[in-house]
Each structure stands twice: as C-alpha cells, then as structure tokens.
C-alpha cells in the first residue's frame, strides 16, 4: 500500500524546540510563563489590529467563555452557523441556551445575511430576541462580515467570530477574527498552525480577555487562599503548547502561501472536469486556503462518495464536507432559517488533503486518483 496521505497534518517549522526547550530549562511547565505572554502578544501582532489575546486550551474553550461574558444562560437563544463543526454550537447547549441554525449562502458556503435577518426579525416577534450570533469563516474562507455585521448593529446583538479555520485569511483587508465583539482561534494538530491542542479568545474589549483569563484559571479571586465568587473552567493553555505556537508564528505565512498554493495546483489540474467546481474567494476575500474544498456534480455517475470511496482506495485521506448542525441528532429539535444549500453543499462536497507539508508528488497523487475516477466511468476528458 502507498504511504498514507492526510487531509491536514502538522507541519513544524523547526523553531518550535527552542520555546519548548527554554520551557523545560527554566522550569516554567505550568499553565504560565513567557511564553502564554509571548504567544499572546504575537497573535495579537499578527491580527493587527486593537484586540486583546487570550490563550486557551482550545477554540471551543473560547466559544464558551465568549458567551458567558456576553450573558448567555439557560432559556437564551444564540444564532449558530448551520455549516459547521460541532464544536461552534456545543457551547451554547453546555450553557443551557437555545442553538438557532441559520443556512449557509452559495458564494462562501458560510452564514446567509438574508435569512440571519430573518430568523432575528422572527425570534424578537415571538418575544425571543437572541444574545449573541456565530458566524464561522469555513475551510478559512471568509464570511459576508460587512453585512453581518451591520444586521448585528442594526439589532444590537453581539458577534463571536469563529475564525478557528481562519487565521491569516481577511475580509476586505482585515484580519478574520477581528470583527466580532469577540472570536476564537484553533490551534488543533490539523489547523493551519498547531500547539498540539490549543485555541485563543480574540476580544476587542480589555476587560472581555482579562474575565476570559480569570474563568479560564477557575476563577479564582484576590486573596491568600483560595476564594471563589464564580464557577470557574480549567482552559489555559499550558506554557510549553504556547511555546510550540510561539515556533509557528514564526512560519504562519509561509504555511497559508503553501496551501493557497495546493488550492491553485488544484484548480488548475482539475479544471478540464465540468462535473468539479471550487470554494473561491470573492472580490472581498483572502483565504488561507486550509482546506481545498470542491463540489461534485453527480450528473454523470460520479458523486463525492465515488471519489472519495477510491481516494480512500489509494490511502488517500478526505473527508465530506461538515454535516450541518439542523441535520445532527443531537440538534434536531433546534429551530432552523434557510433554503436547502447547506444540505447540497453536505450531500455533494469534499475537502482535499491540504496541509502545508505536501509534496508535489502527493498532490500529483491526488490529482491523478480524481481524473482516473472520472475515466473510469466514461467521462470524456474536457477540454484537454
């Protein structure tokens, strides 16, 4: 069998020892230290922009500290992506409220402006006017945040951007993360930089991040001894995974250009096959590209599941794209706002393996299990 291709893998740039090293060296192995401080400040560069950084012990651990500080408890409702993974709605039920899944548009796959106004017009008539709205920039493509934005001003509801898959993609010019009262960050082992497992809060306000740090340390208060006024989570991020992120800082950039990079290789090679269309960027958009989706046209005999049955074949990792949250059992009581384009995008899409660290010959790879899928079944090579 040939060697195993992934989807998204770590990829390490060869500064990441030296913050660990100096870790260990100095004995700071703990949930502080220099480098939580020195990865802070360098998240905080990088997003250019006056946002105050929070490290964590992952995305989700932002998610739900977000909505605590906004005030989110039992009985509320929060305005959720429906396009999306788990873990953008699960905060929302541990605080006992109330998902409400908004439908995806067409041109970014992420949360419709049109039918978010809807669901917002239609909860206050009912006497329900939500807490808080989530919208995620999917696969690091970014959402329409310029009308998000203005329907969450407009009705004075707050943002948590989840830019887990997002960092260093921009919406006209800004950095995704930096629009919303408050966002996460991911730094899980397949995103496009890793701490291993680890997330960030991003909030414009002083006082959000300083409240994130003090639930995230158990919310423990001033004094000698132990005191605590408030239920408090155990969610800092450990100072030897700040310093594995303190290292990927260093090649971010580099990371987003390689898989922006895949993305190009991959359009380019596959353009030929009419049944294959792309996730692409918008006039207003910059992607990081982390991961390469495309959609399958099943009009002749090949679906997603074809390709993806024989890439699997070949030892070649993809995956579906998120199964909406309206669809997951877990949410199906949640009420939903929207046509049908998050359940097509689910039926018919597929991320590509997309990491940073792949060779030319694997995305030759990749690329070739596709056309032979498609020549297998009778269809004539397009254009070629």
Same mark, same amino acid.
């Given at each position: 069998?040939?060697?195993?291709?992934?989807?998204?893998?770590?990829?390490?740039?060869?500064?990441?020892?030296?913050? #660990?090293?100096?870790?260990?060296?100095?004995?700071?192995? !703990?949930?502080?230290?220099?480098?939580?401080?020195?990865?802070?400040?360098? @998240?905080?560069?990088?997003?250019?922009?006056?946002?105050?950084?929070?490290? $964590?012990?992952?995305?989700?651990?932002? *998610?739900? $500290?977000?909505?605590?500080?906004?005030?989110?408890?039992?009985?509320?409702?929060?305005?959720?992506?429906?396009?999306?993974? !788990?873990?953008?709605?699960?905060?929302?039920?541990?605080?006992?409220?109330? +998902?409400?899944? *908004?439908?995806?548009?067409?041109?970014?796959?992420?949360?419709?402006?049109?039918?978010?106004?809807?669901?917002?017009?239609?909860?206050?008539? /009912?006497? %329900?006017?939500?807490?808080?709205?989530?919208? #995620?920039?999917?696969?690091?493509?970014?959402?329409?945040?310029?009308?998000?934005?203005?329907?969450?001003? %407009?009705?004075?509801?707050?943002?948590?951007?989840?830019?887990?898959?997002?960092?260093?993609?921009?919406? %006209?010019?800004?950095?995704?993360?930096?629009?919303?009262?408050?966002?996460?960050?991911?730094?899980?082992?397949?995103?496009? *930089?890793?701490?291993?497992?680890?997330?960030?809060?991003?909030? %414009?306000?002083?006082?959000?991040?300083?409240?994130?740090?003090? @639930?995230?340390? /158990?919310?423990?208060?001033?004094?000698?001894?132990?005191?605590?006024?408030?239920?408090?989570?155990?969610?800092?991020?450990?100072?030897?995974?700040?310093?594995?992120?303190?290292? /990927?800082?260093? #090649? @971010?950039?580099?990371?987003?250009?390689?898989?922006?990079?895949?993305?190009?290789?991959?359009?380019?090679?596959?353009?030929?096959?009419?049944?294959?269309?792309?996730?692409?960027?918008?006039?207003?958009?910059?992607?990081?590209?982390? $991961?390469?989706?495309?959609?399958?046209?099943?009009?002749?005999?090949?679906?997603?599941?074809?390709?993806?049955?024989?890439?699997?074949?070949?030892?070649?990792?993809?995956?579906?794209?998120?199964?909406?949250?309206?669809?997951?059992?877990?949410?199906?009581?949640?009420?939903?706002?929207?046509?049908? #384009?998050?359940?097509?995008?689910?039926?018919?899409?597929?991320?590509? +393996?997309?990491?940073?660290?792949?060779?030319?010959?694997?995305?030759?790879?990749?690329?070739?299990?596709?056309?032979?899928?498609?020549?297998?079944?009778?269809?004539?090579?397009?254009?070629?």
């Amino acid at each position: 069998m040939q060697k195993k291709i992934w989807l998204s893998s770590p990829h390490m740039g060869g500064f990441e020892k030296e913050y #660990v090293k100096e870790a260990f060296d100095t004995n700071w192995v !703990s949930t502080l230290g220099p480098n939580v401080t020195g990865f802070e400040i360098d @998240l905080k560069l990088y997003l250019n922009a006056d946002s105050n950084v929070a490290a $964590l012990s992952s995305g989700t651990a932002a *998610i739900h $500290l977000a909505l605590i500080i906004l005030g989110v408890g039992p009985g509320d409702e929060v305005l959720c992506q429906s396009m999306t993974f !788990s873990a953008s709605a699960n905060p929302i039920a541990y605080l006992g409220a109330t +998902p409400i899944f *908004i439908d995806s548009e067409s041109e970014t796959w992420n949360m419709s402006p049109e039918y978010l106004e809807k669901a917002i017009f239609d909860r206050i008539s /009912q006497g %329900k006017k939500p807490k808080a709205i989530i919208p #995620v920039h999917l696969y690091g493509m970014p959402a329409k945040m310029g009308e998000i934005m203005r329907i969450a001003e %407009k009705y004075h509801i707050g943002v948590i951007e989840d830019a887990a898959e997002a960092l260093g993609s921009r919406y %006209k010019g800004q950095n995704c993360g930096t629009f919303g009262e408050m966002a996460c960050l991911s730094f899980n082992g397949n995103k496009i *930089i890793t701490t291993s497992g680890g997330g960030a809060l991003v909030a %414009k306000q002083q006082e959000h991040s300083d409240k994130a740090v003090f @639930l995230a340390t /158990q919310a423990r208060d001033e004094a000698p001894h132990y005191e605590h006024t408030h239920i408090g989570y155990n969610y800092r991020m450990s100072n030897i995974c700040a310093g594995i992120g303190r290292g /990927q800082m260093l #090649v @971010l950039d580099k990371h987003v250009d390689k898989r922006r990079s895949n993305f190009e290789f991959y359009k380019k090679s596959l353009a030929h096959i009419s049944e294959i269309s792309f996730l692409e960027e918008t006039k207003d958009s910059f992607s990081n590209c982390w $991961l390469s989706c495309i959609m399958v046209n099943p009009k002749n005999g090949v679906s997603r599941e074809t390709i993806r049955l024989a890439l699997l074949e070949d030892n070649i990792e993809t995956r579906p794209l998120w199964k909406p949250m309206h669809m997951q059992p877990v949410f199906k009581d949640a009420p939903y706002y929207g046509a049908n #384009v998050s359940e097509q995008l689910f039926e018919n899409g597929l991320c590509l +393996p997309s990491g940073s660290n792949l060779s030319q010959e694997e995305l030759d790879r990749v690329v070739n299990g596709i056309v032979n899928v498609f020549e297998n079944n009778g269809v004539k090579k397009v254009g070629l």
